[in-house]
T-cell receptor
Framework: EPEVTQTPSHQVTQMGQEVILRCVPISNHLYFYWYRQILGQKVEFLVSFYNNEISEKSEIFDDQFSVERPDGSNFTLKIRSTKLEDSAMYFC??????????????FGSGTRLTVV | GENVEQHPSTLSVQEGDSAVIKCTYSDSASNYFPWYKQELGKRPQLIIDIRSNVGEKKDQRIAVTLNKTAKHFSLHITETQPEDSAVYFCAASEGSASGGSYIPTFGRGTSLIVHP
């Protein structure tokens, strides 16, 4: 079964440092997403990406966040200056099509980000 | 925007019993309702979904019901097994090509514990 792959599985960083979280979506998927989940809380939408641009973003996705698809396979989330409250599990997801609601997302296994 | 409420936050049952998790949503335009299962430390995985033109859907031991008038939907698990123990998230979105946010809004999750 195709998988969404995320690296690293766990990252520890100093407050104020930049981090890049990496994702390889399923190869024939066209829509990519980042979600985060603070420990014990619900999954929160950050951003969606299609055709090399952001298609939707939440209020959480402020100027310290950015996304990029640097090549044909990777999809990255960059946090420029990490804060303690950025500590969370970050999930990448991809889907074939969003608007018809025909398919659920396929989530990656997540990157646990710990800001110290 | 959409607001999804999920109850209960914790549900403890004996193996073999049934479990019911309930969600309400606020946006009457929502028409796609997926349910995700998240085992401890793992990714959310789609287990079943329902669309607004269907009132009930069943897949082996799990079923979902939808009441569009009341704006609530429920997950039913029969003959529960210890491996059903996980956090279950409901979500709602407007999966429509005509517009609107197709990004699912997640509930806060229900921790289901099945005792052997």
């Amino acid at each position: 079964e195709p998988e969404v792959t995320q690296t690293p599985s766990h990252q520890v960083t100093q407050m104020g440092q930049e981090v890049i979280l990496r994702c390889v979506p399923i190869s024939n998927h066209l829509y990519f997403y980042w979600y985060r989940q603070i420990l014990g809380q619900k999954v929160e939408f950050l951003v969606s990406f299609y055709n090399n641009e952001i298609s939707e973003k939440s209020e959480i996705f402020d100027d310290q966040f950015s996304v990029e698809r640097p090549d044909g396979s990777n999809f990255t989330l960059k946090i420029r200056s990490t804060k303690l409250e950025d500590s969370a599990m970050y999930f990448c997801a991809s889907s074939e099509a969003p608007r018809t609601g025909l398919y659920g997302y396929t989530f990656g296994s997540g990157t646990r980000l710990t800001v110290v | 925007g959409e607001n999804v409420e999920q109850h209960p936050s914790t549900l403890s049952v004996q193996e073999g019993d049934s479990a019911v998790i309930k969600c309400t949503y606020s946006d009457s335009a929502s028409n796609y309702f997926p349910w995700y299962k998240q085992e401890l430390g793992k990714r959310p995985q789609l287990i079943i979904d329902i669309r607004s033109n269907v009132g009930e859907k069943k897949d082996q031991r799990i079923a979902v019901t939808l009441n569009k008038t009341a704006k609530h939907f429920s997950l039913h698990i029969t003959e529960t097994q210890p491996e059903d123990s996980a956090v279950y998230f409901c979500a709602a979105s407007e999966g429509s090509a005509s517009g609107g946010s197709y990004i699912p809004t997640f509930g806060r999750g229900t921790s289901l514990i099945v005792h052997p």
